[in-house]
């Protein structure tokens, strides 16, 4: 069953190659929007045979496959990889429906494809090797659709990404061979997640493999100052890889952390949390001020993935059953509300030729403006700072709540942040929609103030994303209660420090 999610995008991204060259660019785009509606539709019809009171793997697979180096195929899902996946499945189908008009589309709809069936297939390894495969399977396409498809500095972008990912993998990589040398024991050598045993292992050696995990995770969350890499990216990529990139690609840094350091490690990881929630304090603190200084409302919400990032960061360091349930729901979260955000870029640069917040002036003028697009834009701004309603209060709400008691200073230092988002979101607000509709494109050039309204077509999928956004700020029991079993199953491995007690 689970295969299918992997296979059905990878097998469809063949055919268009195959069958592009006698296929026009708007059927190409239908028949990739069909193969992402469906495999999102087969990952609807697997909530039905999951089982929530679970925190075990289910609806496993295992395909023996190069056994002499411990890689087997081993597919399975809990309550931490389902949400992502039902999550990478909307999101592919959003990017698919509103890339229109690209050039090449032979390859461009193929990579998109490759990219979501190897991001399922990350969600869903059992097998650390097999992780690794699919980890790097969306390497080259990202870095493809942003060199190809990309900004005026997008080779500049492409390639620093490419070098940064890189360098991410090399360390993965070194902490999982270390994993499967030191776990495997007397048994056969393997790389199987359920299969390691590593409790007779050094708090040492743990550690220094948990440092290699962090780095490499790390870079891709981005964590600062690993994070260089990602507004460059964000700022060159067209719309719908922004979309994929900020929705999903960097919710394998987080899931990793939380798969393999948390789950794997659990000594080692205790004994750097203080560490780790400081680190997500700077990153907090880092992305947001940094937000409040930009000028392209793109490079904004790249920074503003920076800092809300940080706030998974301190749900894993605390380590609680709840702050679990919190950090997989903040990807979620994170992941709606980001895709959400560019989108709406998207629509006004390509209505305005610009994102510069100081040029542009007026947008929710009812009459020439853009007016939808505006109110949407709001929305998200509110979800991204925290307002009640939305599905970003519920998993903030959720990870201070259950983080307050074991790093309190932290904790509190980190929930200025949310103050900061709804700063540098007013900004931005403030200047683009609100005041007198004009443009400014040049000195030599009169000011703009008619521009072509947004179709239905192109507000579609942001008020899709807008109205889910709600929906889970109103029910957030429909997700949640999916990740409770396997959050409290990781969290029992992690023993509190003492001081715990005297703060409960």
């Given at each position: 069953m689970l295969s299918t999610l992997v296979w059905v995008p990878i097998a469809g991204a063949i055919l268009i190659i195959l069958a592009g060259a006698a296929i026009d660019s708007q059927r190409l785009r239908r028949l990739s929007l069909g193969i992402a509606i469906?495999?999102?539709?087969?990952?609807?019809f697997l909530i039905t045979k999951f089982d929530i009171s679970l925190s075990t793997t289910q609806l496993?697979?295992?395909?023996?496959?190069?056994?002499?180096?411990?890689?087997?195929?081993?597919?399975?899902?809990?309550?931490?990889?389902?949400?992502?996946?039902?999550?990478?499945?909307?999101?592919?189908?959003?990017?698919?429906?509103?890339?229109?008009?690209?050039?090449?589309p032979r390859l461009y709809f193929p990579l998109l494809l490759l990219l979501g069936g190897g991001?399922?297939?990350?969600?869903?390894?059992?097998?650390l090797l097999l992780f690794f495969l699919f980890f790097e399977i969306e390497l080259i396409p990202l870095y493809l659709l942003i060199a190809i498809w990309g900004g005026e500095k997008r080779g500049y972008a492409a390639t620093k990404f490419l070098i940064y990912t890189a360098i991410s993998g090399v360390l993965i990589l070194a902490a999982f061979f270390g994993m499967a040398f030191l776990g495997s024991g007397d048994t056969?050598?393997?790389?199987?997640?359920?299969?390691?045993?590593?409790?007779?292992?050094s708090t040492t050696t743990k550690g220094i493999l948990l440092v290699l995990l962090l780095l490499g995770f790390g870079i891709k969350i981005p964590i600062v100052p690993l994070h260089t890499w990602l507004p460059d990216a964000h700022v060159e990529a067209s719309t719908p890889v922004s979309t994929l990139l900020a929705g999903v690609l960097l919710k394998l840094g987080t899931y990793g952390l939380?798969?393999?350091?948390?789950?794997?490690?659990?000594?080692?990881?205790?004994?750097?949390?203080?560490?780790?929630?400081?680190?997500?304090?700077?990153?907090?603190?880092?992305?947001?001020?940094?937000?409040?200084?930009?000028?392209?409302?793109?490079?904004?919400?790249?920074?503003?993935?920076?800092?809300?990032?940080?706030?998974?960061?301190?749900?894993?360091?605390?380590?609680?059953?709840l702050s679990l349930?919190?950090?997989?729901?903040?990807?979620?979260?994170?992941?709606?509300?980001?895709?959400?955000?560019?989108?709406?870029?998207?629509?006004?640069?390509?209505?305005?030729?610009?994102?510069?917040?100081?040029?542009?002036?007026?947008?929710?003028?009812?009459?020439?403006?853009?007016?939808?697009?505006?109110?949407?834009?709001?929305?998200?701004?509110?979800?991204?700072?925290?307002?009640?309603?939305?599905i970003g209060f519920i998993a903030e709400f959720v990870i201070f709540r259950s983080s307050f008691a074991?790093?309190?200073?932290?904790?509190?230092?980190?929930?200025?942040?949310?103050?900061?988002?709804?700063?540098?979101?007013?900004?931005?607000?403030?200047?683009?929609?609100?005041?007198?509709?004009?443009?400014?494109?040049?000195?030599?050039?009169?000011p703009?103030?008619?521009?072509?309204?947004?179709?239905?077509?192109?507000?579609?999928?942001?008020?899709?994303?807008?109205?889910?956004?709600?929906?889970?700020?109103?029910?957030?029991?429909?997700?949640?209660?999916?990740?409770?079993?396997?959050?409290?199953?990781?969290?029992?491995?992690?023993?509190?420090?003492s001081h715990i007690a005297l703060v409960e």
């Open positions: 469906a495999t999102f539709g087969w990952s609807l496993s697979e295992s395909l023996a496959w190069l056994d002499p180096i411990g890689l087997t195929y081993r597919l399975g899902v809990d309550g931490l990889s389902f949400p992502l996946v039902l999550m990478n499945g909307l999101l592919l189908i959003v990017a698919t429906y509103i890339s229109n008009d690209v050039q090449r991001v399922n297939g990350a969600f869903l390894s059992q097998n056969a050598f393997t790389f199987n997640y359920q299969d390691l045993n590593l409790e007779g292992v939380l798969r393999f350091g948390l789950g794997l490690l659990p000594e080692a990881w205790q004994a750097i949390a203080p560490f780790l929630a400081v680190w997500a304090v700077v990153s907090v603190i880092y992305g947001c001020l940094t937000a409040i200084t930009q000028t392209d409302m793109k490079k904004m919400v790249a920074y503003s993935s920076v800092g809300h990032m940080g706030y998974i960061l301190l749900a894993l360091a605390a380590a609680t059953p349930v919190g950090a997989t729901f903040q990807m979620v979260s994170h992941g709606l509300i980001s895709a959400l955000l560019f989108i709406l870029v998207g629509i006004v640069y390509k209505k305005t030729g610009t994102r510069d917040i100081k040029s542009l002036n007026g947008l929710l003028n009812p009459e020439r403006g853009l007016p939808i697009t505006g109110s949407l834009m709001i929305l998200a701004a509110m979800a991204s700072a925290g307002t009640p309603g939305m074991v790093f309190p200073i932290q904790t509190l230092l980190c929930m200025i942040g949310t103050g900061l988002t709804a700063v540098y979101f007013l900004i931005m607000i403030d200047r683009v929609f609100f005041g007198r509709l004009a443009v400014e494109k040049a000195a030599s050039q009169p703009i103030s008619n521009f072509p309204f947004a179709k239905w077509q192109e507000k579609f999928p942001a008020i899709a994303l807008a109205l889910i956004i709600v929906f889970f700020g109103l029910v957030p029991n429909f997700a949640t209660k999916m990740i409770e079993s396997s959050a409290d199953a990781i969290a029992s491995n992690h023993t509190k420090p």
